[in-house]
């Protein structure tokens, strides 16, 4: 898939569709209002029960939480410019010691 990171591809090899996997969502700069409000709407109607979908518009980003069955889905649509999955450091590496 040519819009998602090598980060989800490995995700998408090695574990199972239903595992759930927290996206940003990188919009195409041009992608009209309301085809951006449509796919957000779209997530969270499909993805309700799974967290939160939120718009940042000042970055031209979604991020969700999604089954990875969804990713090829997403990265299809053509207000989107790029997926790629959310990494957080464990709050140990972050604190003094």
Not at 39 to 47: G, H, K, P, S, V
Not at 86 to 95: D, G, K, N, T
């Amino acid at each position: 898939m040519d819009k998602v990171s090598r980060k989800v591809n490995s995700l998408l090899a090695s574990q199972s569709e239903g595992e759930e996997i927290r996206l940003q969502i990188l919009l195409q700069r041009e992608a009209d209002p309301k085809a951006v409000r449509a796919l957000a709407t779209d997530l969270e109607e499909y993805f309700h029960e799974s967290g939160d979908v939120r718009f940042i518009p000042a970055a031209g980003m979604l991020m969700c939480t999604v089954p990875l069955a969804s990713v090829e889905e997403i990265s299809r649509r053509p207000e989107v410019q790029w997926v790629d999955t959310v990494s957080r450091a464990p709050l140990e590496s972050l604190l003094d010691g």
